[in-house]
């Protein structure tokens, strides 16, 4: 769902890390970490109560260059820096090696112990608490959203755009996945036609991670004037034959200093994973309500609609918003400007 597209003159500003490995979505700033954070706290404070926000925390900027120095991972940290060295002086070759050595990484306990606390004080189920190898499991997944800052697409993607490289900073967003009935993206301006007073959306059965996938088929579209919200028009009916559904699970999104500067539109080109396997289901749409009744299809594409405008009109500019319906409340999951 995200895009790319070259800038003329964009920067990066390298962050530092702040001290802590882990904030509360309270302690969020821009200098702690990205942009989909940053989102997540204002809609947090400022949306209505009828449109619910998941619980967030953030691993913060730096937490993975400073887990990387710590004693435990000295070898893995020689090993990378030698690599990277490498990539740098042209063997691209090499960036698969780099993400490898990241996943052999170690949990220092302190980064660990600070995350548990922030995870239990903002009542996020701590994976631990599970056994050790349910956090085993939201460590790899911690590793594998670290290690997406040396994807090939994400490396050419900044060569081509002049940005340094070495200047990307990966903070993490962490929210519990919710396991719902739809899920949907909004594009408050339509992107097929440019046209800022209309709504355009998709819609699909199970986790919205089938949407931003490689899989067959077409979602749910509609479209909406903003000024007559209650009458959406259904411009595709769906055919996607894969749904993706997920037991109880916390999802680490990338939350980078690159995903929605100006001119760089990065979203997309790192890695938000989901700490257990999805599972695929063949999907029915034909006794679904959002087919067969009408006055529940108008009634949701309408809310759905609706927390559009209303999240476009908090940011005053056109939103991308990635959401989920569950037992009829709609969850906005995350948010950023339309480019």
Not at 3 to 27: D, Q
Not at 64 to 82: G, P, R, V
Not at 139 to 160: D, G, M, P, T, Y
Not at 286 to 299: E, L
């Amino acid at each position: 769902m995200g895009s790319f597209s070259i800038p003329r003159g964009v920067t990066l500003k390298k962050k530092t890390f702040c001290g802590n490995y882990a904030a509360s979505v309270e302690e969020f700033t821009s200098e702690m970490v990205g942009a989909k954070s940053c989102n997540i706290k204002l809609l947090t404070a400022r949306a209505p109560s009828w449109i619910k926000i998941p619980v967030s925390l953030a691993l913060t900027f730096g937490s993975f260059e400073t887990a990387l120095q710590d004693t435990l991972n000295k070898d893995i940290a020689n090993k990378i820096h030698s690599l990277c060295q490498l990539v740098q002086h042209g063997d691209h070759s090499k960036l698969s090696a780099i993400q490898e050595a990241i996943l052999k990484m170690h949990a220092p306990p302190y980064m660990t112990n600070e995350l548990k606390h922030k995870m239990i004080s903002s009542r996020l189920p701590w994976p631990g608490d599970e056994g050790e190898k349910r956090w085993s499991c939201a460590w790899l997944a911690i590793k594998k959203v670290w290690a997406s800052k040396w994807n090939e697409r994400a490396f050419l993607s900044c060569q081509k755009a002049k940005l340094n490289h070495e200047s990307i900073c990966m903070a993490i967003s962490i929210q519990e996945v919710i396991c719902g009935d739809y899920a949907f993206v909004i594009h408050t301006k339509n992107p097929l036609s440019g046209d800022t007073t209309e709504i355009y959306a998709e819609i699909v059965k199970g986790l919205g991670e089938s949407l931003a996938g490689a899989y067959p088929g077409r979602a749910l579209t509609f479209i909406v004037k903003k000024t007559n919200i209650k009458s959406p028009i259904v411009t595709n009916y769906p055919s996607k034959l894969t749904g993706l559904y997920s037991k109880k699970s916390i999802i680490f999104r990338s939350d980078s200093n690159a995903e929605d500067l100006e001119g760089f539109s990065g979203a997309g080109i790192f890695d938000s994973v989901i700490m257990d396997k999805v599972e695929k289901v063949v999907l029915d749409y034909s006794r679904d309500p959002i087919i067969v009744d009408k006055s529940f299809q108008t009634s949701l594409l309408s809310r759905i609609a609706e927390a559009g405008k209303i999240i476009e009109d908090l940011y005053g500019c056109p939103q991308d918003i990635e959401g989920v319906v569950k037992d009829g409340t709609i969850f906005v999951v995350q948010a950023r400007p339309q480019f």
